[in-house]
């Protein structure tokens, strides 16, 4: 197997270090620790030789003038500067700038900046990068500083996507780093704002989001982190004319559900709604009601955990207003009572259901409410489904596309599987991924040889691709 990826940690380099990795054929760069560079020519010559090299990530605790020699005229597409970089100053700033221009094929710039590293925002300045990510710590806002910031921003003039983390105490309500953001021509824009003072979000501050937000005419794309008991913050997103809004938060708090849903109504443009948060409450489902969206995603706020649906009434009422659906997605933390009932009759055409909770399928329990459920989709096309362990499904005749990932399947499950589908009347597109079961007595893995003559039977049909995985 090819080497992909290399991650080395550095204090301080020694004679001969760089050396060790002349000419590797790696994609992926990964340099942490202190960083300090003594032997920048041998570092450049290293760097330089690394000729398949596309991404670049370092990670450096104090900063070093060296380091920024050694990046010029690299040929990576990516590249990602961390750490606190203490000792940071002008000189360095002219340096990184003057490397960083030289980076012809730079598309994605990934920066973290601290209070004493301010100066690294300037570097950007007027580079030809698409994708921009800013993680701004604990920096002490001002006019001129958020000036400083603006001029950079908006003279990225290719710049697409802005990723943008502010981490702050406080700022003075005329220095709101919010204003940073206006008139960028950006199509994609992720926001997320950790801030002591959050749920006290002033009036200037919503204002200056409000304004900010108002002004990117080019924007299609929003995601945004709200902390659901700041009004302010859920104005902002008022009549934008975005496509595709992503909502993360802990919770949806009942006090503003009025204002939530006058929020989200207002956004007439609105194609694609995606919600991430623990689980529902009632207010969710109020906001969402009779909204114009074909795409509607559920899942938990990490990537760990999905939603737990706990109010399926209300869920069952919001998701038949929603005339225009065609695609629902829920990752859920568990199946609860009612859950599979609130998907009846809906004129979706694609559905994916999925279990996260510990890496693990939806544990089906309530199999035969489900499966009546799925029949009763007259419009579905496509079906993707993720189940602990395999279950016997009533397959709509309108269907087009089945994906099931099981984590373990039975050999006799499998078989069933297979005179389902020969049952069809009409071609399934199939997709099937599972892994080996255990037997009751002895406990032990059933060998995947007893697996293998359905799988032919099953492959050999048209259209359908089925993939064991032994090890789950």
Not at 106 to 131: A, P, R, Y
Not at 139 to 160: A, P, V
Not at 183 to 210: F, H, M, P, T, V
């Amino acid at each position: 197997m090819r080497l992909q990826k290399l991650d080395i940690r550095v204090d301080s380099d020694i004679t001969g270090l760089w050396e060790a990795f002349y000419g590797l054929n790696i994609k992926k760069l990964g340099v942490f620790g202190k960083f300090i560079v003594k032997y920048t020519e041998s570092l450049s010559y290293f760097l330089s030789s690394l000729s398949r090299l596309e991404t670049l990530s370092i990670d450096a605790s104090e900063a070093c003038p060296g380091l920024c020699e050694a990046l010029k005229g690299l040929s990576v597409k990516s590249l990602t500067i961390e750490g606190e970089n203490q000792g940071f100053e002008l000189n360095h700033t002219e340096l990184l700038s003057q490397s960083l221009s030289s980076l012809t094929l730079l598309e994605t710039l990934d920066m973290e900046v601290w209070e004493h590293s301010t100066g690294l925002w300037e570097v950007v300045h007027t580079l030809n990068i698409k994708t921009l990510s800013l993680s701004l710590y604990r920096i002490q806002w001002t006019d001129l500083r958020t000036e400083s910031l603006s001029k950079s921003l908006s003279s990225l003039t290719r710049l697409e996507t802005l990723n943008m983390i502010v981490y702050a105490s406080v700022y003075a309500d005329n220095s709101c780093p919010l204003k940073a953001l206006h008139g960028l021509n950006i199509k994609s824009l992720s926001l997320r704002l950790c801030l002591s003072e959050y749920r006290k979000c002033k009036d200037l501050q919503a204002e200056s989001l409000y304004q900010s937000l108002a002004s990117l005419t080019q924007l299609e794309t929003l995601s945004i982190e709200l902390d659901p008991h700041s009004r302010g913050l859920w104005r902002g997103i008022h009549c934008l004319n975005i496509k595709r809004l992503s909502l993360k938060t802990m919770e949806w708090g009942g006090l503003h559900t009025e204002l939530i849903s006058l929020s989200l109504s207002s956004l007439t443009q609105l194609d694609t709604l995606y919600i991430e948060m623990p689980c529902d409450y009632p207010g969710l489902w109020e906001a969402l009601h009779g909204l114009n969206i074909k795409h509607l995603s559920l899942s938990g706020l990490l990537k760990s955990t999905g939603i737990d649906v706990k109010h399926t009434m209300s869920m069952s009422k919001t998701l038949s207003s929603l005339k225009l659906l065609e695609t629902l997605s829920i990752d859920l933390e568990y199946e609860r009572p009612g859950l599979w009932l609130a998907l009846r009759g809906l004129n979706i055409k694609n559905l994916s259901l999925s279990g996260v909770r510990q890496s693990s399928g939806i544990d089906v329990k309530h199999a035969e409410t489900l499966s009546q459920s799925l029949s009763s989709l007259k419009q579905l096309e496509t079906l993707i489904v993720h189940v602990h362990t395999y279950v016997a499904l009533q397959i709509p005749q309108s269907l087009k596309y089945l994906n099931i990932f099981s984590d373990t399947m039975l050999p006799s499950k499998l078989r069933e599987l297979v005179y389902s589908l020969a049952t069809c009347t009409h071609t399934i597109d199939s997709k099937l991924e599972f892994g080996c079961a255990s037997s009751v007595d002895p406990p032990e893995l059933i060998p995947i040889k007893e697996y293998i003559p359905i799988q032919q039977e099953l492959a050999a049909r048209k259209k359908c691709y089925i993939k064991t995985i032994p090890n789950i």
